[in-house]
């Protein structure tokens, strides 16, 4: 699928093997969107491929009109034993009960990544990456998570009527909260 919009040139779905191929600009992209420091890119780049080999994978890119990386996103279907899954559901039953949890938590898409590069924030890039990616999913759900606080990340989320699953959770290994938010699929 290849489409364009305003400040990109182009949207493509990626192969496991394109992926691979863009990782070293993708995790750019996400240590200068996140205000990471650099060497988070090392520390992340195994768990992405290891990512990219899990069932229901699927990513797209943004390049602008040279080509360039300017946006990625990423996610797969969601299953009991990864650790996200177990997170969550941990959240979950310490603050609600089993049948949430497992209303949630079965049959779902996780949106494990999406990034735009920081001089193209306010471009509707995000929306664009978002829809690309969850375009023909076959779950039910999708789920997320991001950090709390005001963010461009949040009005899109809100926009497009992610509601609130789990708030204020810390994940194990980092100190800062974060939300959950879930919405039905297909986006409207």
């Given at each position: 699928?290849?489409?364009?919009?305003?400040?990109?040139k182009?949207?493509?779905?990626?192969?496991?093997?394109?992926?691979?191929?863009?990782l070293p600009?993708?995790?750019?992209?996400?240590v200068?969107?996140?205000?990471?420091p650099?060497?988070?890119?090392?520390?992340?780049?195994?768990?992405?491929?290891?990512?990219?080999?899990?069932?229901?994978?699927?990513?797209?890119?943004?390049?602008?009109?040279?080509?360039?990386?300017?946006?990625?996103?990423?996610?797969?279907?969601?299953?009991?034993?990864?650790?996200?899954?177990?997170?969550?559901?941990?959240?979950?039953?310490?603050r609600?009960?089993?049948?949430?949890?497992?209303s949630?938590?079965?049959?779902?898409?996780?949106?494990?990544?999406?990034?735009?590069?920081?001089?193209?924030?306010?471009?509707?890039?995000?929306?664009?990456?978002?829809?690309?990616?969850?375009?023909?999913?076959?779950?039910?759900?999708?789920?997320?998570?991001?950090?709390?606080?005001?963010?461009?990340?949040?009005?899109?989320?809100?926009?497009?009527?992610?509601?609130?699953?789990?708030?204020?959770?810390?994940?194990?290994?980092?100190?800062?909260?974060?939300?959950?938010?879930?919405?039905?699929?297909?986006?409207?």
């Amino acid at each position: 699928m290849t489409t364009a919009s305003p400040g990109h040139k182009r949207i493509a779905r990626l192969t496991g093997e394109e992926f691979r191929a863009l990782l070293p600009e993708a995790l750019s992209i996400y240590v200068a969107a996140m205000n990471y420091p650099p060497n988070t890119a090392q520390q992340r780049a195994p768990m992405w491929l290891t990512h990219a080999l899990r069932p229901g994978w699927r990513g797209v890119a943004a390049f602008d009109t040279d080509d360039t990386l300017i946006g990625v996103a990423y996610g797969y279907r969601g299953s009991p034993g990864q650790w996200w899954y177990e997170q969550v559901r941990r959240g979950l039953l310490d603050r609600e009960d089993e049948e949430t949890a497992l209303s949630w938590l079965s049959d779902y898409f996780e949106l494990t990544e999406i990034h735009v590069r920081p001089d193209h924030h306010g471009r509707g890039l995000g929306e664009t990456l978002l829809r690309a990616l969850l375009d023909g999913v076959p779950q039910r759900h999708v789920l997320l998570s991001t950090p709390e606080g005001p963010s461009r990340a949040w009005r899109l989320y809100r926009r497009l009527g992610f509601a609130d699953v789990l708030r204020d959770y810390r994940f194990v290994g980092d100190p800062r909260p974060f939300a959950v938010l879930g919405r039905a699929l297909p986006l409207d």
